[in-house]
């Protein structure tokens, strides 16, 4: 490894090299799902001054009723930003705000906290922030769907899964109940064939996952910790922490990305298997090894009204280093 931290839990999973240029954001807050014209403003109020934002969605796109509402991005205004949704018939009454959780990095030249520098690169982690606390380590299998628990009460809507795995042909995704704006949603994971299907397929997958929510880490009694002023521990490896090592554009072309994926569902495809209605199918993650692909999967519904689309999400997926 180059230099740095190296953090060796020593239970069989792969340790933690912790570098310069990697990124340990905090939680700012956790956006609902939310119909209205026009796009969403979110207020900030414990944002750090100078601080970059990094947005986490659980989905990209829903079905509004409408047409296809999904997430492209958002303007940064400083103690508040504004999502911004587009539609596929461009309709600002079918602009519905996906889930999204919204995190902060603190800007180069905090005072008081934890610097890696390496070159231009560097890595900090300050006092004045909360980073996310591990809710649960272990492993999973299922198929098809996997309703989120909720973990130390916190709402499945505000917890953030990142998951090793290898199942070739399995799209994968973070998902919902929901289907359409009116139907009830309640968070999963998902695991259905990939490729174009006029039937739900359901898949047997086992996940490697790692749940984090907000709030402050637990110190523990091994390895490092960073301490507020307050006595409160912001920062810990005693369970492995949040720190994104890299961030994946995400594509149909499959590359070798090494490492734990934040869950999200990837993107929205609608096609026209024949007799004049349209197929819709939620995108999904699938993992070959080290080859990474964004895929349509889970079938989720069919109408008469919507045009063929495919909605690949502008924003990257977040990558945690690897725990196997």
Known sequence: MGAGILIDYLDGTRPIEVTSGMQVPSWLATVTEERKAGNQTVALPGRIPGS?????????????????????????K????????????????????????????????STAGLLLQGG?????????QACCRVLFQGRITFNGTWTIPTYEGIDPHKVIIAAH????????????????????????????????HENRQPRDVT?????YGPGFPEAGNA??????????????????????????TKSRDATNVDGMIVLDMPGYWVWRPG???????????????????????????????YPDNSIVSPLPTLILPPLY
Do not use: H
């Open 223 to 248: 390895g490092m910790a960073v301490w507020n002023a307050r006595g409160q521990c912001v920062f810990s490896t005693n369970k492995r922490p949040f720190i994104v090592k890299e961030r994946w």
């Open 207 to 211: 996940l490697d996952i790692i749940v």
């Open 275 to 305: 007799g004049g209605g349209t197929q819709f199918q939620n995108m999904g993650y699938v993992r070959n090894g080290l080859s990474l692909s964004v895929q349509p999967g889970e079938v989720t519904g069919f109408a008469y009204a």
């Open 120 to 128: 231009a690169n560097f890595t900090l982690i300050t006092t004045e």
């Open 52 to 76: 970059s934002i990094m947005l986490i969605p659980s989905s990209t796109a829903v079905d509004s009723g409408v047409g296809i509402a999904y997430l492209t991005g958002f303007v940064d």
């Open 78 to 109: 400083g103690s508040s930003l504004t999502l911004q949704m587009a539609s596929t018939v461009g309709d600002d009454v079918s602009r519905v705000t996906t889930n999204v959780s919204i995190f902060q990095l603190p800007p180069e030249g």
């Open 165 to 196: 795995w290898t199942a070739p042909g399995v799209a994968v995704a973070r998902s919902s109940t929901r289907v359409y704006v009116t139907d009830p949603d309640v968070p999963t994971l998902t695991a259905y064939a990939e490729g174009k």
